[in-house]
């Protein structure tokens, strides 16, 4: 209680802290019950205080004071409410359980705090109990402490008790909010403890430990749910935490369910779900309702229904809080509460109810609103208003200050003179109760509110009121005197000042004056104008003042005090002097009124029945004059004994018979026309004091309280005093009685002794007098009665078991006294029990009580208590009786048995009631008596457990136990018999040698230890091994394995890289395991390093030199000795495109790049590598190369625009080599004769530029440069102009080739210049057209020709012309648009599989335009949707996902990223780690030892399988019985089976799980015999009713799912052999196509026939194969193959068709350098344009795994067996195939087709698809006489790599090109014969190159530009004098040719045509697509490749071979890809009838 105190001193100290100011304030008024113990007391401060102090006191709720009580309670001087500790017998409920509220007052008025709750607990005998509960195995038990109702709310639950050790919440025990213990997943051994609860007592801090309970477990049994733990409705304060206990026992273990509301919970955070029920925390209001938990199992269901009410704490906020307003005025107090509703609203005004009269009202719905209208200055004080629900009590108050508020005047104008027009603001600000209004007049007349005269008025926050009167243009009139009056519900105060407005003089009329006699009067001259000399006042012609009660102020005002009728009534004149010798005057007339005078009067004494008469005379006034009496403000109406006679000045008051009623104020008033006058007086009627109510003799009973009656009246009041005379005698002298808390005068006069003590006995006189008459006084005596009371008892006491007892009670009070005995809630009767005698004799003024125990039993250790009772009242002592004895044996059971040792543990059941001194263990041979036992003594009372050692292995004990107390030894505890174990082995293993493996294995070789030292069969080894590097930990990791005979082998993996380790090796048998052997040291072997040199840094020297620096690895992350480093670097270009990869190896750490590209950014890494290889690199460091002087301007162009004028125009340099400053153009003219030419500046934005002042007719010669901050670069080109006299439309800007992501805006140029201006058209090439460009919202033209492309798309891309006309020509300027898109998906491939790792390759698809800048791999397990993210460098084509689950099924999926974003995702595929689920070995014995309760058994003969053993669980069971006992272990060691019983058979199944599954085993096996023998086998006939019962059940399952089986595996065979019948229709389908496509047309095409294209990848399907020539392996050792003449003919047949041939080779690993695959690069980049083309044999993949090369027969298609679509070239050629083949995938995965993602139902169902589709076709386009081709087909196992016909290793962006973009799709082109027209090529448009640079053709996109496939022009014209467009149609012309079925370029062999190899070109492989086009010259078919070297061809004929490259992404149409790029002339000769057909 001590902490009330302190809380609320802290609280009042903080009080004061933040209301320093406040006159009243609480300290704390949330407190409102205070309990405590009767032997601890209690101080509780008052809760409100005052500043300055305030007085504070103390009250009961009854509103009466609170008194000191001697040791019982007292109030201290600072306000302190002091409860003294107290006994039993001194409770008063008056005193000890009431309701107490303090109060505090000072001037500001009088608070009360809330009620407090007073409550004392006193110590109460109580037990608590537990009791035993039932529960199944693996369900949920609940114990609950049991607490008597009378004690419940003070005593909880502290802890629980599990055989005397402490539970700790954790596992499977569960401690609830409310003291109830769970216990979940219930096993056998629970059965074992006892439970017991300790509660403690929450204010007398007392301790108790209830009974041990036992928690029986049976086997789960089928049943409904039955529910042990539940909730009841409930109300709980918000913001707090409930917890909703709902708990179940049945079988199957019951699911449970919330709802609200009928509603599932809403998810949130503060909901849980727990074991123990459900837990709210942070509670709130709308968590109110019903809630309902289900209960549900398979055989019913249980609910149970409450309500949970969430109440808000209540919260009064009071407005206003402070209000300080004048007397009369209107106090509204508004009380807002918050919280829960149904409250009730009480008002106090200093601390005394409200009550509702004239003046004060109480409003609202609540009574929330107090209104106070006409406020007196009675009504000041403290209001506070009360809120109270239920046992919540918030309030506020306000304090109200009154005070007289008549306004005055605080601040105001002065006089002032102004201009006409002047604008000027008056102020006047006054202060009142309530606030006034102020009010503004002018010379006596309010002034009008108009545009001139503006007033505005406002409050301060200290009410003060401001008002303002402003005239904005005043005139003359505006002059005079201005008066502001400040008036509120008080009265008014008013000020006055001049203004003079300059200007003529006048005055206004003014009006008569009325003035009232006697009070003073103001007449103001009402002057307007300025200035004049002077106003003065004339009466009769007499200037004024001529007397002292006038005054003539300055500003023409008179002012007459004390006004007189006769004197000042009259005329008066105003006289105003304007001039010299001028005025002007005005008279007013002043009449006086005379107010009436009262003359006084005064009221005699007066007595009751006395006749009264008094007159009220008016002496002076006008009359008429009216008169009325008022009596306490009430009119007096003539009436009841009272008369009023009036006459014309004259009232008179008649009583005719005085009484008490007449008492009061009496007033009369006079009134008339000039004003109302009143005077005041008091009547008093005496009376003399008489005795209402005489005092009479009384007792009184001690302890109570007692009222002594005494009631008087009379007038005034009689005073009361109370005198006393002490003892019983005749009084001899009395005194005045000390009023105090304890003794009051009640207000009836009556004396009121709240505690009657015994010294109050004695006579009491009660007197009273008012000075009317004598004094009255009656006596009367008081006699004091005693209660009975326990004055005597022992608080605990101690007896011994057997011995007789004795407990005493005494008692004292009035006679006669009972005692009683009671033991517990019994009375105790001797005449029954015999066993109990109670004695009673006098002792004095005492009874002493004697209860007899004969003897003493363990029963009576209750509580007992004797009872005294009286005719005044009763009291009770209580006596604690602990009756101690020897203690009972302890529980011993045996916890572990070893060889040599076993470990005990015990539970002391009752401990006799006396402190356990300690336990005594005795043991011995089974065989001997108990005369030759060992003994442990004296062991510690603290330990329930303990160690026995020293015993022989394999021998038979017993053992007992004894338990002491200091009152004996107790019996012996129950014999037990238990069996030593083998020993383990006491040798080490021998010869143990260590082998380096690899880089993180080491390999152990060792023998088996000696044979006299194995102590039993070895079963296997635990191997050691720990890493002695500096920094390990030297902790040893163990691994185990079983024993395969005398010599063993074991490899250590997963060690750390070219680290040092020590070895040890354990043997271990059923025992356990023997020593180790010595620790043999080796070192793993070097890898690469793991992390990445350090401190990289880079710095740019010059623009073409850079310096990359950097600092070694770190030691321990090298894994080898390091051998150098190699730093990788590339360029990233403005465009967000990359560069070559570059590398350079160094030993050094520091290296310098030179040859960089300038003013360039670069991306550079460092890796360290050693003997083992590259390491990991570091993170990219991007540097920038310095600005150097830029390259010549890309292009020019100069054009006339007028006869004086030309404009030239320019392309940016290709290599700016920095920020372009400016541009320089010069202009010469050869034949003018001036040396130097002329130059002209721009700036960098502007490409063009118009030189004016030419002559007309001169040519000029015109170059430009570009300039940086390096200096001015290269020229250009010189171009010759000459000024003309006409200007033909020329277009300024240039053609080419825009690259640009997509969904961005794209402007395309078209600037021209011509006279008159050109019209500008905008075309875009269609397939065999040009389309007009039309505006909408995607496409803009602006008005300088510009076209403006918005959020372009792929479909955007293509060739744009733009063409400029006027009068006098056209020009035209093709661009080539490339929209960059996101890359298409990889081919993702599984290549390794682990026990805990996968590693995955992949290709990726296209690029979209923009290179790949990485990769994001994802990953989860098969039957998860969690996916896990990998990021994966761009440069990475494998990746190993790690540290994974063994034997598990995991899917993963690649995605590729450029600048654009992420692209689509790959096909997801699966693969499954290494490991299967565990198996128990039949030759490893199970069972190492059996006796008849007990089973050992050895775990270690499960094979894990390869993956760890996460569970074994082992269920066992007598035979015949159903229910199981299970038993869950962790390790593979060894387990015990305890509790068994004696010579039973019982049956055995295990469980042995780990992460890829379960293994079972089951078996049997008997206890034996209690005397140690085996019993028999079960006979056959024992139970056979059973056993057929038992089969029948488990048999009828077994075979409904094998039936069910056998059905599923029919149906499915049966769909199987449909979809082989439509892949055998599919595959005549396709023969057909073949046979079709092969045939003569009506129109013959030049060359060879064009073979058709169909690959097909069947899952997991043979196809079959008649044809399978062909097919050669290669040697391992082998990297070429030669390829005959017979292979590949020198002439190939037209009629023939390609047979395949397939070389398998190994994949080629590079020895130096990091292996670089810039396969992800596509065409739009060209990074052939910056870099050399790489020779074949250093550019192949190292994915490749086959090469396929194809001859061409004649007679039947070859067929071709694959398993690897990548083609690649050999060494000594290129090979670029297309063969007419079937490819069948054969998969090798037996695990149930687990790696397939395509199955045969959707590839059948493909077919049947191309098949509808061909037909459709067929009817379309009359196919008959049409030309049919398969362009592309495929249908793609994802898990194959088969997918197409190959690729090339060395194009190195036509890689990802001939990949499909996904798989399952079929494209066929149908178009009718045409005339082929080749004159129609001209008009197809060429992509002009990207990014230009030097080369040998000029307008060609770089992919389609070979030495192989061109004739190099003249060497004397570089390019063509002939625009871009025309000139790619003539490369494209010499570019058409006959189409071959496949080329192989050598570099010592090239067909005609071809130039020589050199050595800075290398011979380009192109993508395997065959393009078939149009020739114009030649039919014959082309010749075949030579090894001669060719000749020129004839000029007049074009036989050079050429493959078409696929053009665009893998997002086109595959029609699209075989004929875009050059490829672009065949649609165009295709005609308008060609149809496409897309099958997916």
Known sequence: MWLVTFFLLYSLRKAHT???????????????QVTFSSTVGVVIPCPAAGSPSAVLRWYLATGDDIYDVPHIRHVHANGTLQLYPFSPSAFNSFIHDNDYFCTAENSAGKIRSPNIRVKAVFREPYTVRVEDQRSMRGNVAVFKCLIPSSVQEYVSVVSWEKDTVSIIPENRFFITSYGGLYISDVQKEDALSTYRCITKHKYSGETRQSNGARLSVSDPAESIPTMLDSFQSREVRAGRLVELPCIASG??????????????????????????????????????????????????????????????????????????????????????????????????RNTDLVVVDDFISIRGISNETLLITAAQKSHSGAYQCFATRKSQTAQDFSIITLEDGTPRIVSSFSEKVVNPGEQFSLMCAAKGAPPPTVTWALDDEPIPRDNGHRTNQYTMSDGTTVSHMNVTSPQIKDGGVYRCTARNSVGSAEYQARINVRGPPSIRAMKNITAVAGRDTFINCRVIGYPYYSIKWYKDSLLLPDNHRQVVFENGTLKLMDVQKGMDEGEYLCSVLIQPQLSISQSVHVTVKVPPLIQPFEFPPASIGQLLYIPCVVSSGDMPIHITWRKDGHVILSGSGVTIESKEFMSSLQISSVSLKHNGNYTCIASNAAATVSRERQLIVRVPPRFVVQPNNQDGIYGKAGVLNCSVDGYPPPKVMWKHAKGSGNPQQYHPIPLTGRIQILPNSSLLIRHVLEEDIGYYLCQASNGVGTDISKSMFLTVKIPAMITSHPNTTIAIKGQSKELNCTARGERPIIIRWEKGDTVIDPDRNMRYAIATKDNGDEVISTLKLKPADRGDSVFFSCHAINSYGEDRGLIQLTVQEPPDPPELEIREVKARSMNLRWTQRFDGNSIITGFDIEYKNKSDSWDFKQSTRNISPTINQANIVDLHPASVYSIRMYSFNKIGRSEPS?????????????????????????????????????????????????????????????????????????????????LKKFAQYGVVVQAFNRAGTGPSSSEINATTLEDVPSQPPENVRAISITSDVAVISWSEPPRSTLNGVLKGYRVIFWSLYMDGEWGEMQNITTTRERVELRGMEKFTNY???????????????????????????????????????????VVVSWLPPAKPNGIIRKYTIFCSSPGSGQPAPSEYETSPDQLFYRIAHLNRGQQYMLWVAAVTSAGRGNISEKVTIEPAGKAPAKIISFGGTVTTPWMKDVRLPCNSVGEPVPAIKWTKDSEDSAIPVTVDGHRLIQANGTLVLRSVKAEDSGYYTCTATNTWGFDTIIINLLVQVPPDQPRLTVSKTSASSITLAWIPGDNGGSSIRGFVLQYSVDNS??????????????????????????????????????????????????????????????????????????????????????????????????????????????????????????????????????????????????????????????????????????????????????????????????????????????????????????????????????????????????????????????????????????AVNPQSFCTGVSLHHPALIQNTGPLIDMSDIRPGTNPV????????????????????????????????????????????????????????????????????????????????????????????????????????????????????????????????????????????????????????????????????????????????????????????????????????????????????????????????????????????????????????????????????????????????????????????????????????????????????????
């Open 18 to 32: 933040e209301d320093v100011g406040t006159s009243l304030y609480f300290v704390n008024d949330s407190i409102q």
């Open 974 to 1054: 129950k014999e037990l018999t238990i069996s030593t174990e083998e020993a383990a082995p006491d040798g080490p293993p021998m010869d143990v040698t260590l082998q380096p493996m690899t880089s993180q294995s080491i390999q152990v070789t060792w023998k088996a230890p000696k044979k006299e030292l194995q102590n039993g069969v070895i079963r296997g080894y635990q191997i050691g091994y720990r890493e002695n590097s500096p920094g390990s930990n030297g902790q040893y990791s163990i691994v185990e394995m079983k024993a395969t005979g005398d010599s063993e082998v074991y490899t250590l993996d997963n």
């Open 1425 to 1690: 949707e969690e996916w896990k993210d990998v990021f994966i460098s761009s440069s990475e084509r494998s990746f190993k996902l790690e540290s994974l689950k063994c034997g598990t099924w995991y899917k993963v999926k690649l995605a590729a990223k450029n600048s654009v974003g992420a692209g689509r995702i790959s096909e997801i595929i699966e693969a499954k780690t290494h490991g299967r689920e565990p198996s128990f070995s039949k030759d490893q014995h199970l069972f190492t030892h059996i006796n008849s309760t007990h089973a050992r058994l050895n775990l270690q003969g499960w094979s894990s399988g390869g993956c760890p053993i996460t569970a074994i669980v082992l269920e066992y069971r007598p035979k015949g019985n159903w229910g199981w006992q299970s038993l869950r272990t962790n390790s593979s060691g060894e387990v015990f089976l305890t509790e068994l019983r004696e010579a039973t058979w019982y049956e055995l199944r295990m469980k042995a799980c780990n992460s890829a599954g379960c293994g079972n085993e089951s078996t049997q096996f008997a206890t034996l015999d209690y005397d140690g023998s085996t019993i028999p086998p079960i006979k056959s006939a024992q139970g056979e009713g059973d056993d057929v019962k038992k089969l029948f059940t488990i048999a009828c399952p077994i075979i409904l799912a094998t039936l069910g089986v056998a059905l599923l595996f029919i149906i499915r065979k049966k769909r199987k052999e449909k979809r082989l019948k439509r892949l055998r229709d599919a595959k005549s389908l396709a023969e057909m196509l073949i046979s079709k496509n092969n045939r003569s047309f009506d129109t013959p095409v030049k060359g060879p026939p064009q073979g058709p294209r169909l690959h097909i990848d069947i899952p997991r399907v043979q196809l079959l194969i008649e044809d399978k020539e062909g097919i050669k392996q290669l040697g391992d050792d082998k990297a070429t193959i030669p390829v005959t003449d017979t292979e590949f003919s020198q």
């Open 1729 to 2040: 344009s910056r870099k050399s083309v790489k020779s074949a044999h250093s550019t192949r993949n190292r994915y490749s795994s086959q090469w396929t090369l194809t001859k061409c027969q004649a007679s039947t298609p070859a067929r071709t067996l694959t398993s690897d679509w990548r083609t690649v070239g050999s060494q000594h050629g290129i090979t670029v195939t297309e063969s007419d083949s079937y490819s069948a995938s054969l998969s090798q995965d037996t695990d149930k087709g687990r790696n397939s993602m395509v199955s045969t139902e959707s590839a059948s169902s493909t077919y049947e698809e191309l098949a509808r589709a061909y037909e459709h076709a067929k009817l379309e386009e009359q196919l008959q006489h049409a030309k049919f081709e398969i362009t592309e087909c495929f249908i793609s196992d994802s898990s194959s790599d088969q997918m197409t016909t190959g690729t090339t290793d060395n194009a190195d962006s036509m890689t990802s090109m001939s990949t499909p973009s996904e798989p399952g799709i079929c494209r066929f082109t149908a178009s009718p014969p045409k005339p082929q027209d080749s004159e129609r090529g001209k008009s197809v448009a060429v992509p002009i190159p990207h990014r230009a640079s030097k080369s040998d053709y000029c307008n060609l996109p770089l992919y389609v530009k070979s030495d192989a496939f061109f004739r190099k022009p003249d060497s004397h014209e570089p390019c063509p004098v002939v625009p871009p467009r025309e000139a790619s149609i003539r490369s494209l012309a010499r570019g058409y040719h006959p189409p071959a079925r496949h080329l192989t370029l050598d570099p010592a062999a090239k067909p005609p045509g071809l130039p020589p190899p050199s050595s800075s070109s290398s011979s380009t492989t192109l993508p395997q697509r065959t393009l078939p086009m149009p020739t114009a010259a030649s039919t014959a078919p082309a010749p075949a490749p030579a090894p001669a070297a060719p000749a020129e061809p004839p000029a007049n004929t074009t036989t050079t071979t050429t493959t078409h490259s696929k053009v665009g992404g893998s997002r086109d149409s595959l029609l699209e890809m075989s004929t875009s790029g050059a490829g672009r002339a065949q649609k165009q000769g295709a005609g308008a009838y060609s149809k496409s057909y897309t099958l997916v």
């Open 1163 to 1205: 991306s550079v890494q460092v890796l360290a590598y050693t003997q083992a290889g590259d390491g990991v690199r570091s993170s990219v460091l991007y540097i920038q190369t310095k600005e150097d002087i830029p390259g010549p301007p890309a292009g020019i162009k100069a054009v006339p625009s007028s006869a004086s004028s």
């Open 251 to 348: 079988y199957p273990n019951p699911a449970i369910r919330w709802l609200k509301d009928g509603r599932p919970l809403p998810a949130d955070g503060r909901w849980a779900k727990r074991i123990t029920g459900l837990s709210i925390a942070d509670l709130r209001v709308e968590d109110s309702g019903t809630y309902i938990c289900e209960v549900t199992n398979t055989f019913g269901s249980a609910e149970v229904t409450g309500t949970l009410t969430v109440i808000d704490p209540l919260r009064v906020t009071l407005t206003p809080k402070k209000l300080k307003t004048g007397i009369g005025s209107t106090v509204i107090l508004s009380c807002a509460l918050s919280g829960s509703p149904e409250y009730v609203i009480r008002w106090y």
